[in-house]
């Protein structure tokens, strides 16, 4: 056993092993990914076959609120507009137009859809926003926060202000208020500015597990061409050995 081991090719060795991991791990990434959407699309089926529920009823709320359906009345401040930046719908750069809506005293971030970018970047959109929402039909949303985003918007811009992703301390610290940990995404698409064609799960859970199929398949093939090649290696060096 031991001279088998010393006669094992080291660098060959290594990169191989660690070839194999690495696939192996990336399998099991899209493994998980391909779940947790497909258990995010179940959750969404069973949230949107619920009757909506009112901001003070989804503040209180002791479940999972993500993508439950929600009804919506509210003032908001239609000059305090939220641009935020990179949004693509089908192909064309925009923004999702995003506002401070009050209720009952509450605060809460609301999504009105996106809108078209202009060709000089500089040159923002022209936003028309209500001074009421009487009604309004949406769904909840909790906002991820990428650490790897750089904001770009500062606490003293001018509106409307462009964002690089919903930051709920962030708009509160700029606005100083309190807001709801969340932001209600509105479905109905009953405004002409917006698009509300929401896509919250892109890519479907089979193409996550079409991935983990392929990095499980090179991972196999690497170990297998590997192996073969040393067991061949192994039987010229044993070969010439004895002659």
Not at 58 to 81: E, R
Request: hydrophobic share 45%; with cysteine.
């Amino acid at each position: 056993m031991l001279s088998v081991i010393k006669r094992l090719p080291i660098v060959s060795t290594l990169v191989t092993l660690c070839a194999v991991v690495i696939m192996f791990a990336l399998a099991n990434w899209q493994l998980q990914r391909g779940l947790n959407k497909a258990q995010r699309i179940e959750s969404m089926a069973t949230a949107s076959a619920r009757e909506p529920f009112s901001l003070e009823q989804i503040k209180v709320y002791k479940g999972d609120i993500q993508d439950l359906p929600i009804t919506i009345n509210a003032t908001l401040n239609p000059k305090q507009v939220l641009l935020l930046d990179n949004r693509i719908h089908q192909g064309r750069p925009g923004f999702e137009v995003l506002a401070v809506a009050k209720s009952d005293g509450h605060n809460v971030l609301v999504n009105f859809g996106w809108i078209t970018g202009k060709q000089i970047r500089s040159d923002l959109p022209t936003v028309t926003l209500p001074n009421l929402l009487a009604g309004e039909r949406g769904r909840v949303v909790l906002p991820s926060h990428n650490p790897l985003i750089t904001e770009t918007a500062t606490l003293t811009a001018t509106w409307p202000k462009v964002i690089q992703q919903i930051d709920i301390h962030f708009v509160e610290q700029m606005l100083q208020i309190e807001l709801a940990p969340f932001v209600i995404t509105l479905t109905v698409n009953d405004n002409p500015q917006f698009v509300r064609k929401w896509q919250p799960v892109v890519m479907p859970p089979e193409k996550h597990y079409a991935y983990a199929v392929q990095w499980l398949g090179l991972g196999v093939a690497a170990f297998l061409v590997y192996f073969f090649a040393l067991r061949n290696r192994l039987k010229k060096v044993s070969n010439d050995e004895h002659q």
